[in-house]
């Protein structure tokens, strides 16, 4: 088969690779021009895709800007960024943009499917309709289905391969054209009846992390006024074999998914005459804690008689999550804008994220991190990163991610 792929990011990249390793020919889209040239030089900007993996499989991937390649593709797999608008509404224009130029070269007898996260009824409504622009007619001359992405980025234990993937055809014709692509790649097929189930179930499983990171972040902030350890009660909590599932409290939610995506089902809600209240809650409870994350490094410098203004502080970590560069809606961002503004002098290492995006601040080695640091920030937990040496060096410790809870160390506070 020949397999295109629209938008060569997060996902894209590694369905592309997963296709060519399985011996189809790729036609890989994206509008972003240096990722192609990228793509061209055999070099990878995802993490979990080493530049040596695609090297290996380059030659059966075509790296193009042009949207008309994708004309002798069997199918044609759309995975788009869909952010939200600055009023926090869905922003489909990619997956406009995307639908339109492909509905420009599509053939009679392709499928499509669509895997950017979003609302359901997208598919249906807003995609299927596009395509057929074309003077075909969807479920007839060509097939659609909607298949939500969920690689976890960094992630080794579950990959593409052995995540069950979940289809939901226009027809039950389109989810099977869909589930025999899929099967080249994926172990462990589930289908669903409609497209609508299949957009809502991503839904759920990212409402589901927001809600319950929610829920342990805000007992976070109870904790810390009542004066017991959250870790120890998650710890303790976690120990139970049934019925409970372990949340991490910390900094707030980063990435292009959970701060994201439940606002498509919100923003859909609200034309069924309904609010979805966890959804607007876990929102307002997670965007809340950079400020309680700044609140508490407030008063540990505090105790220690200094003020925030002229205190240096190492910042470690900052990326949204562990072992990734992507610093999208990171926390870590809010935080040092936060500290920034009250005056501290800021430094950060992490060496996924060499320079920050607005071009201010560049990673600096820890050891200069930590050079005359009045207190150090353990914002995102890397991998690999020499706590010991942070507890050791650095005069206070602020730990939002529970990594040095078992050093013992006086001059750590936690979470
Ligand atoms: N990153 C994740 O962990 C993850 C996980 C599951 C689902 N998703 C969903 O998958 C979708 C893609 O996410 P991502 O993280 O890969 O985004 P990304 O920003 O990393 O990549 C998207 C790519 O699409 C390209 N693009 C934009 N408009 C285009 C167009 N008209 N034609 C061709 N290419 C275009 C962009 O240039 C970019 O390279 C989103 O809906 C996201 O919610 C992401």
Redesign the pocket.
């Known amino acids: 088969m020949t397999v295109g792929i ?8 590694p369905l592309a690779v997963a296709f060519a390793e399985t011996g189809h020919d790729v036609v890989a ?4 021009a240096r ?1 192609i040239e990228a793509l061209g030089r055999g070099d990878s900007y ?1 993490e979990d895709i080493t530049s040596q993996r695609l090297a290996r499989v380059r030659d059966r991937i075509e790296a193009t800007t042009r ?1 008309a390649n994708l004309s002798r593709c069997d199918a044609v797999l759309v ?4 952010p939200l608008t600055p009023n926090r509404e869905p922003d489909l224009g ?2 406009v ?2 639908t339109r ?1 492909l509905a420009d070269v599509l053939q009679a007898g392709q499928l499509v499917v669509l ?4 609302y359901p009824g997208t598919t249906r409504e807003r995609m299927a309709p596009m395509l057929e622009e074309s003077g075909m007619v969807a479920g007839r001359d060509f097939n659609v289905a909607f298949s ?6 960094g992630r080794t234990d579950y990959t593409l391969r052995n995540t069950p993937k979940v289809i939901g055809g226009l027809t039950e014709a389109c989810g099977d054209r869909a589930e025999e692509l899929y099967r080249c790649v994926c172990d462990e097929i589930i289908r669903v009846s409609t497209p609508e189930a299949a957009e809502l179930t ?1 839904l759920l499983e990212n409402i589901f992390r927001s809600v319950n990171i929610a829920l342990v972040n805000e007992l976070a902030m109870l904790t810390d006024r009542m004066g017991i350890d959250i870790w120890e009660v998650v710890d303790a909590a976690a120990t139970k074999p049934y019925g409970f599932m372990r949340f991490e409290p910390g900094p707030g939610m980063g ?3 959970l701060p ?2 439940p606002f498509y089902l919100s923003w859909r809600a609200r034309e069924f005459d309904l609010t979805t209240e966890f959804i607007e809650l876990a929102g307002k409870v997670n965007q809340q804690m950079p400020y309680h994350c700044v609140a508490k490094v407030e008063r540990v410098l505090n105790s220690a008689g200094k003020p925030v203004h002229g205190s240096r502080i190492a910042v470690i970590g900052v990326g949204y999550k562990p072992g990734v560069g ?1 610093v ?1 809606e990171s926390p870590a961002l809010k935080i040092l804008s936060l500290l920034g503004a009250l005056g501290a002098e800021l430094a950060y290492h992490d060496q996924h994220v060499p320079v920050l995006p607005d071009g201010g601040l560049s990673s600096v080695d820890l050891d200069q991190a930590l050079d005359g640091a009045d207190l150090a920030l353990i914002v995102t937990a890397h991998p690999g990163v020499d706590y010991d040496t942070i507890i050791e060096r650095a005069p206070l410790v602020v730990d939002l991610r529970g990594v040095t809870r078992n050093a013992g160390a006086r001059s750590t506070v936690l979470l």
Do not use: Q, W
């Not at 629209?6 to 990249?13: I, R």
């Not at 889209?29 to 972003?32: G, L, T």
């Not at 995975?79 to 869909?82: D, G």
């Open positions: 629209m938008g060569l990011g997060y996902v894209g990249l889209v994206d509008v972003d990722k995802i949207a995975c788009v960024p869909t990619p997956l943009a995307a130029s895997e950017s996260t979003t939500p992405e969920r690689v976890d980025p991503k990435g292009h998914c994201v995506d992507d999208r």
